[in-house]
T-cell receptor
Framework: GENVEQHPSTLSVQEGDSAVIKCTYSDSASNYFPWYKQELGKRPQLIIDIRSNVGEKKDQRIAVTLNKTAKHFSLHITETQPEDSAVYFCAVLMNSGYSTLTFGKGTMLLVSP | DTGVSQNPRHKITKRGQNVTFRCDPISEHNRLYWYRQTLGQGPEFLTYFQNEAQLEKSRLLSDRFSAERPKGSFSTLEIQRTEQGDSAMYLC??????????????FGEGSWLTVV
């Protein structure tokens, strides 16, 4: 099965700084890589995703990069704000008709004013 | 709100009792997933349905767990003879699967289970 490693487990930054979270995966057949943000007691919410046919995707202050050769992908948040504080999960979906997401263990991001 | 709906949101039960959670997916979504999440962990896959067919089950889904999606719309997850280790948040999610994989999965708010 798929194995997803996520680092770091916690990340503290000052408001306005950038934050980078990295995930590695094991199955080269994986083809879909979403990132979810989860606030305390709330549902995981999709913030950005990337598919295996592109290397980078950006949405305002959030970007995701994918290196299929090295089997890793990263979430980049620029100009961080206190409301970005949450737990962020990466996930991986294999290229299969019968499969679902495998999640990393999460990164707790704390943005200090 | 036309998102994924789950109820009850919170359930406290005594060990050995049975509990049932309900999930109503986004209306046009044909795939429905159940995940379990404990504190400090990412969601762990339990099972999923495409329409009414249960297509995949995780090894985490012991024989005390059963899920149904009888008409391909809402789903129920039942846990029989609950144990303290079953305490977790049970997340339901749905997606619209067209052709191959890689479809966006949307989560509900979850059902918190505490077994005392």
């Amino acid at each position: 099965g798929e194995n997803v490693e996520q680092h770091p487990s916690t990340l503290s930054v000052q408001e306005g700084d950038s934050a980078v979270i990295k995930c590695t995966y094991s199955d080269s057949a994986s083809n879909y890589f979403p990132w979810y943000k989860q606030e305390l007691g709330k549902r995981p919410q999709l913030i950005i995703d990337i598919r295996s046919n592109v290397g980078e995707k950006k949405d305002q202050r959030i970007a995701v990069t994918l290196n299929k050769t090295a089997k890793h992908f990263s979430l980049h948040i620029t100009e961080t704000q206190p409301e970005d504080s949450a737990v962020y999960f990466c996930a991986v979906l294999m290229n299969s008709g019968y499969s679902t997401l495998t999640f990393g263990k999460g990164t707790m991001l704390l943005v200090s004013p | 709100d036309t998102g994924v709906s789950q109820n009850p949101r919170h359930k406290i039960t005594k060990r050995g009792q049975n509990v049932t959670f309900r999930c109503d997916p986004i209306s046009e979504h044909n795939r429905l997933y159940w995940y379990r999440q404990t504190l400090g962990q990412g969601p762990e896959f339990l099972t999923y349905f495409q329409n009414e067919a249960q297509l995949e089950k995780s090894r985490l889904l012991s024989d005390r767990f059963s899920a149904e999606r009888p008409k391909g719309s809402f789903s129920t997850l039942e846990i029989q003879r609950t144990e303290q280790g079953d305490s977790a948040m049970y997340l339901c999610a749905s997606s619209l699967a067209i052709g191959g994989a890689g479809n966006t999965i949307y989560f509900g708010e979850g059902s918190w289970l505490t077994v005392v």
